[in-house]
């Protein structure tokens, strides 16, 4: 919109529209004035011709003054003279002829006062023409006062004031809009900042963000999406896309995008794109759905990861432990087929045989360990699995000779294992992997308890479980550990800064030793207090067979 100011800093009209505004005024004021005129004529009810003429050229010159007037140059309450001109005007064609019905003319000027100066106007249309047709009256003695006087003006009163009410509803409803408008602009540019910063984000993260909708089209993704699918692509538009092995393809259905595209939630998914050899990449996808909007479905969020030399370093390291266990293994049998062949002589005596017996039980032990290292790297990202032969054996035999075992290590420490709480059970388990779950419990609680501490050992029974238990007094294990101490090659912070060594696997083949026997096994470690592991194992030979069923 223009504004322009005098000197004296009055407003301006701005641009053309209350140009315009008089300009239709003034046309609809001449239109019907000329038509009256000709109407009056046509039926010869004109008595003074010259009054006549002398009040409709008036409005016909303001019509082409209105056309022609630079609205924009003259102050706003001057454009007033112009309807006042008009109710003169008006006045003096009623002269020719009061009883012809010029006087209702007089509702075009009123109502352009009232409407295009509010207030102001709406008075002054009310008093200059009431004014006017009063003193018309009052020199027209010869026809005295008519209920006319009356009439004319609360009828030119009641439009002015109707006019008046609809253009201040009419300016309201104008500036309702033109906040609403504001409002929208505002949010508009709101939205349209929180879309750049969004993408500002989404370019910034090194992993690919797809959008899906929920008629299966990609919306909106970011930079590090581009950038992955450009190398991916690299060589043929679709490369081709094998599961979590690296070897089995993927149909076109089977793909993270199509999945998602259906609207399936998964995590982590491990996706190789490219066939096997250099080049290809290792991708884990996650797929989210979208709470639903009310019109529908919202689609849903595909996330996915290079995670090449994650999976490349993760697999070297298998590699390597499975490439140590494996020239372990080759030692140990040898070891224990000397040890076997020496416990063939008659010549040992029995103090001899006893600790070659003892060497045999701790190298047999020692290769099982080993052939659960060889297990575990074979598996891959999968857990452990180890072979379970059950029986029904004592489990307080085997939890007495472990004890046994570790009680030299425990006194070098001035440790005491305590096994009163050990009661006889009898339970359908492997004695050979119970031996070692107990071994792993008690050779942790030996290597990370406080030196001259007491270890806890217990046994019993209910119904239908056996429970093992065995706690010690140690400096515990933080909150922030506790989910993840059961993980392949998991060791804490605490224990890594110290001179204990140790792979990571004890604790993990021993979780999948007691669920291979259909229990399970638990840990407690209040901040501080050392730590309690809870082992339950079947007492009956269903738990077992139901297990391995499923």
């Not at 009623?94 to 006062?113: D, K, M, Q, T, Y």
């Not at 999406?225 to 450009?230: E, L, R």
């Amino acid at each position: 919109m223009w504004r322009r100011t005098t000197l004296w800093g009055s407003e301006r009209i701005a641009d053309f529209t209350h140009g315009r505004t008089a300009a239709l005024h003034q046309m609809a004021i001449s239109l019907v004035s000329l038509f009256s005129v000709m109407v009056s004529f046509a039926l010869g009810s004109i008595e003074n011709t010259s009054m006549l003429m002398a009040g409709l050229l008036p409005i016909l010159i303001l019509m082409a003054l209105v056309v022609a007037l630079p609205w924009f140059r003259i102050p706003r309450l001057w454009g007033a003279l112009i309807p006042l001109i008009d109710v003169i005007a008006i006045g003096m064609m009623r002269e020719s002829n009061p009883s012809v019905g010029f006087s209702l003319l007089w509702v075009f000027p009123a109502i352009w006062l009232a409407t295009s100066f509010g207030l102001f106007g709406l008075l002054l249309a009310n008093l200059f023409i009431t004014g006017i047709y009063w003193f018309a009256l009052g020199t027209d003695s010869q026809n005295g006062i008519s209920p006319t006087a009356v009439l004319i003006p609360m009828i030119i009163g009641a439009v002015t004031v109707t006019s008046y009410v609809g253009a201040r509803r009419s300016a309201f409803q104008r500036l309702l809009l033109d906040l609403q408008a504001r409002q929208l602009i505002s949010t508009a540019a709101q939205a349209h900042q929180q879309e750049n910063t969004l993408k500002e984000v989404l370019d910034s993260v090194d992993f690919g963000v797809v959008r899906i909708s929920s008629g299966g089209k990609e919306t909106v993704h970011n930079d590090a999406h581009t950038h992955m699918q450009g190398l991916l692509g690299s060589g043929e538009r679709h490369p081709a896309l094998y599961a979590a092995d690296g070897i089995t393809e993927l149909t076109a259905e089977q793909t993270p995008l199509a999945r998602a595209r259906r609207g399936e939630t998964f995590e982590r998914d491990l996706v190789w794109y490219g066939r096997p050899g250099e080049g290809r990449r290792a991708l884990s996808v996650i797929s989210r759905a979208l709470p639903p909007s009310a019109t529908g479905p919202a689609g849903g969020i595909l996330v996915s990861l290079d995670v090449t030399d994650e999976v490349t370093a993760l697999r070297a390291r298998e590699d390597l432990v499975a490439s140590v266990s494996h020239e372990l293994r080759t030692p140990l049998t040898s070891i224990l087929g000397y040890l076997e062949l020496a416990l063939e002589s008659d010549d040992l005596s029995e103090g001899v045989r006893r600790k070659i017996e003892i060497a045999e039980r701790n190298a047999t032990r020692l290769l099982t360990i080993v052939s659960d290292i060889l297990t575990a790297s074979a598996q891959g990202n999968g857990g452990v699995q180890v072979s379970i032969r059950a029986e029904g054996a004592r489990l307080d035999t085997v939890v007495r000779a472990a004890v046994e075992g570790f009680r030299t290590a425990a006194a070098a420490r001035q440790m005491t294992i305590d096994s009163t709480a050990v009661e006889e059970v009898t339970a359908f388990i492997d004695p050979v992997r119970i031996r070692q779950v107990a071994d792993n419990l008690l050779g942790n609680a030996v290597k990370y308890g406080k030196d001259g501490g007491t270890i806890d050992v217990g046994v019993t029974c209910d119904d239908d479980h056996a429970w093992l238990v065995v706690r010690d007094d140690g400096p515990g294990i933080s909150e922030e550990e506790l989910p993840r101490l059961f993980d392949r090659f998991f060791r804490a912070d605490s224990v890594r800064r110290t001179s204990v060594h140790g792979s990571g696997l004890g604790l993990s083949i021993t979780r999948e030793i007691v669920r291979g026997h259909g229990g399970n096994i638990t840990v407690q470690s209040p901040p501080g207090s050392g730590a309690t592991f809870v082992v339950r194992l079947p007492l009956h030979q269903k738990e077992t067979i139901d297990h391995d069923g499923a």
